[in-house]
């Protein structure tokens, strides 16, 4: 099962490495060191909020500790929705390694085992590895190229809509309400404020359909 679950996670592998590469990349030009970019994504394991990390704690601790934690609520649901349909026995790996993708993966698939989750888990997360490697010693040389340096900053964006398409018939009304929040709240002027809350809210939905 666990192989299964990392030949499941190739499609989030491949997604990440991008981001990955981007972030660390990011991350250089910053100022951070490569030790600490690397123990960023060792460690963290949290694609935007590790972006949110390295823009605002030059700035403030307490601001970039805060947009973390706020970031990260959607957690707690995709925590108790894990846990309805798995039964957990490495809770806190398993929780480690619950990113937006793996969810979405996880809780559309017919699988039960915790071991899927976990082979889910650690292809997606040796993939983050490689990919801030990449970043730290090539992604100049990447970014450099016009045609490969747009595909980076727009690879988030194209995983999350990967991902969604094949849920559509599952959870369709959590994509429509997380769709209509964020755009209601980006008409007003506020698309930072509308991700969060469409982040909090489609779990929620997908939640009552449970």
């Known amino acids: ?32 060191s490569k030790v600490e970019i690397l123990l960023m994504s060792c460690l963290i394991f949290a ?14 601790v307490i601001d970039a500790v805060s ?25 806190f790996i398993t929780a480690f390694g619950l990113t937006d993708e793996v969810f979405a993966s996880s809780i559309v698939s017919k699988e039960k085992d915790e071991k899927y989750i976990l ?25 450099s190229n016009e045609i490969i340096a747009p595909s980076l900053l727009f690879s988030l964006t194209a995983l999350y809509f990967i991902l969604l398409i094949p849920n559509i018939k599952k959870l369709g009304s959590s994509a429509i309400v997380g769709g209509v929040v964020a755009l209601v709240f980006y008409y007003f002027g506020y698309p930072s404020i509308g991700i969060l809350v469409a982040g909090i809210l489609s779990p929620l939905v997908v939640l009552k359909i449970k």
Do not use: C
């Open 1 to 32: 099962m666990f192989k299964r679950g990392l030949i499941g996670s190739f499609p989030i592998a491949i997604g990440y490495l991008p981001v990955a590469i981007t972030f660390g990349v990011s991350a250089l030009a910053l100022g951070f």
């Open 47 to 60: 694609g935007a909020s590790q972006f949110a990390l390295i823009s605002l704690l030059p700035y403030s």
């Open 67 to 91: 947009v973390a934690l706020i970031l990260n609520l959607r957690h707690i649901i995709y925590g108790y929705l894990i846990s309805q349909k798995f039964e957990l026995k490495k809770q």
């Open 119 to 143: 082979g889910l888990e650690v292809g997606s997360y040796l993939s983050w590895i490689l990919g801030t490697l990449v970043g730290i010693f090539g992604g100049d040389i990447l970014l």
